[in-house]
């Protein structure tokens, strides 16, 4: 696949308005016009992003809606820039696979969330080979979590003291 292809996976070309801005004339080359078309794509968090949410729930997972668009962010621009080259690799091959453009987007943003964490955790260095390993085991990985949440993750801060507070 192309140069183009992959950057319209990653962000495509949009339409229509977000924050009053005609998202047609915005330049995906520009990152931050990239972040503000990723966020448009996102109606569901657009109403908590404006108002500053920490956290909100949707469907039965408690998330943050900067976070998620961050993630977002940093798998379109490692697209972008096919770096490293196994994200669009591993895209293509899950498309191939059934899966839908989002969902893949959210399978690539795990590896990231997944590597960003190891590094904070345990103050390492980012390990690229770690990253393709587990840019390799998707979606086997990715279903195997999936299935595995358990319930309290899906609760949020205030929710996870008041089960703690009552088990005390």
Known sequence: MS???RRVFAVP???GEYE?????L???????????????EHPELHRALRNGQHEMHVGEATMSPVMHITMHEIVANQLWDDEPPEMWQTATRLLSRGYERHE???MLGSVVAAEVFEIMRNQERHDLER???ALAALPES?????GETPAERHQNRAERRAARRRRH
């Open 3 to 5: 140069e183009e292809e």
């Open 13 to 15: 070309p949009a339409a």
């Open 20 to 24: 009053g801005l005609d998202l047609s």
């Open 26 to 40: 915005l330049n995906r080359d520009d990152p931050d016009e990239r972040r503000f078309l990723i966020e448009a």
């Open 104 to 106: 893949v987007l959210h």
């Open 131 to 133: 990253v393709r390993a």
């Open 142 to 146: 990715w279903e195997h979590e999936r």
